[in-house]
Nanobody
Framework: QVQLVESGGGLVQAGGSLRLSCSVS????????MGWFRQAPGKEREFVAA????????YYADSVKGRFTISRDNAKNTIYLQMNSLKPEDTALYYC????????????????????WGQGTQVTVSS
């Protein structure tokens, strides 16, 4: 059974930074393409960032490009989302997800293609 557990969320002032972590258990993350999504109150879940299975490629939503960085540490079975220059509109519950079917350097931004999801970690950015 694959489990994903997010951590690192919290309350931060606008302009600040946070680093989210997603620890995976049950299987090596080398077998997965990975991604981050978020959902704000009253809004639909949206794509944030993705990294390919081999780690060679990343892809970002326009709203976070240049501010957020996704990375993976296969030795620690963990992925990260470094979030800088945070804005109040970044406030949301952030989820990590794993896709077991997409291989190589392909990045996956469609939520429906992900197989496993974490429970989320709350990020709140005050103005």
């Amino acid at each position: 059974q694959v489990q994903l557990v997010e951590s690192g969320g919290g309350l931060v002032q606008a302009g600040g930074s946070l680093r989210l972590s997603c620890s995976v258990s049950g299987r090596t993350i080398r077998d997965y393409a990975m991604g981050w999504f978020r959902q704000a109150p009253g809004k639909e879940r949206e794509f944030v960032a993705a990294i390919s299975r081999n780690g060679d490629n990343t892809y970002y939503a326009d709203s976070v490009k240049g501010r957020f960085t996704i990375s993976r540490d296969n030795a620690k079975n963990t992925i990260y989302l470094q979030m800088n220059s945070l804005k109040p509109e970044d406030t949301a519950l952030y989820y990590c997800a794993a896709d077991r079917r997409t291989s190589g350097g392909i990045v996956v931004w469609q939520a429906k293609l992900y197989d496993y999801w974490g429970q989320g970690t709350q990020v709140t950015v005050s103005s």
